[in-house]
């Protein structure tokens, strides 16, 4: 028992949680004849709350009924996963990476995401407009104008072999480089984050 | 013309649509959220909920997320010919669809939009609300913003190139 929990609580390699990623296409399929895709759930959202007449959120949102009750189980999931099987030791980052967020300003991994930009003090300054204010209108617009995100195209779209789904996932591996390589430090640079 | 003007207003279809026939409601609805706790839980553990592994990914300089990502498509692919090559059938007994995805400006233009904002929260849609889930209760924020960008689109959909 003790054996099963040190190896459960450790981070799981890629070639486990991808394939159990996989697999989420077939179960969907199987149990309810449902296309695998996240970023709809915000669509369903802006339907069911502020619809205003838009054409794009009057539709029977409450037979996607489903997606919602799934994203819910993704955030439980979360927590069950940080409350009973969290990783005692801190996340092992490359050490280039390291190197580079130095630059950034961020050294702190004593959490899986940067204790530096991740907290509610952020919401007072820059750090909180650029990180979750544009950033995530950026994912928010971008994903409905594309149609989908990294599960419904990347995931969902190129297992199906439909090529606007490849399409899609390489404009949003090319928009991260970019904003990872070109954009991130001059933005964060204007919003006096650093 | 009638046509044309029936496209602008009718409801533009689901991405992810709901292929089954049959409604659903209550606990039938349960069956998701387990596959969607699983799913979180997975998320967490392989810590694809990271800032810090997008970055790596985005650096090229770890190979997980692209074994992640890679392996995961694999499997999908695999499934999906073995559902089509052995006709498998929904639990309920209705032949199993996939949604078809048409081309569209969007794919390159919204696609790249969302890309910069992936590598800057750290979070495609779903790893948000693990995060959240995690106890990132900042996170919610991006969250709201997120509605607020998808409802934007939908404010402006028709007068953006698609």
Not at chain 1, 140 to 165: D, E, K, N, V
Not at chain 2, 21 to 45: D, N, R, T
Request: glycine residues 12%; charged residues 10%.
């Amino acid at each position: 028992m003790e054996q099963f929990i040190a190896w459960i609580t450790q981070p799981w390699p890629w070639y486990v949680a991808g394939p159990l990623i996989g697999l989420t296409v077939p179960a969907l399929l199987i149990i309810g004849n449902k296309s695998f895709g996240i970023s709809s759930s915000l669509r369903h959202v802006c339907a069911a709350c502020v619809p205003a007449n838009i054409p794009f959120f009057t539709y029977n949102w409450k037979k996607e009924m489903w997606n919602l009750v799934f994203v819910l189980g993704v955030l439980i999931g979360g927590f069950v996963a940080t409350t009973f099987l969290a990783n005692p030791d801190t996340i092992v980052v490359a050490e280039a990476t390291q190197e580079d967020l130095a630059a950034l300003g961020i050294t702190d991994y004593s959490k899986l995401l940067p204790a530096e930009i991740f907290n509610w003090e952020s919401m007072t300054n820059g750090t909180g407009i650029l990180f979750f204010i544009i950033g995530g209108l950026m994912v928010g617009f971008g994903t409905r104008y594309a149609g989908g995100c990294t599960s419904g195209h990347a995931i969902m779209g190129i297992s199906s072999l439909q090529w606007p789904s490849l399409l899609a996932t390489t404009f949003f591996m090319l928009g991260g480089f970019a904003m990872t390589h070109l954009l991130l430090e001059p933005l964060m640079r204007l919003f006096g984050i650093l | 013309m009638k046509t044309t003007a029936d496209k602008n207003t009718a409801p533009i279809q689901c991405e992810a649509p709901n292929n089954q026939e049959q409604g659903e409601q209550g606990l039938a609805l349960l069956k998701y959220l387990i596959i969607g706790i699983l799913f979180g839980i997975v998320f967490v553990k392989a810590e694809i909920v990271s800032w810090f592994r997008i970055q790596e990914m985005f650096r090229l300089q770890s190979f997980f997320m692209y074994g992640v990502i890679g392996s995961a498509i694999a499997v999908g692919l695999v499934s999906i010919q073995l559902i089509k090559r052995f006709n498998v059938k929904a639990l309920n007994g209705e032949p199993i669809k996939i949604g078809k995805k048409e081309f569209r400006k969007g794919q390159i233009i919204g696609g790249f939009i969302f890309g910069l904002g992936w590598a800057m929260t750290g979070a495609c849609p779903g790893p948000l609300f693990a995060q959240i889930g995690s106890g990132f209760t900042v996170v919610a924020v991006t969250l709201v913003s997120a509605l607020a960008g998808t409802w934007l689109y939908g404010r402006f959909a028709d007068k953006l190139p698609n």
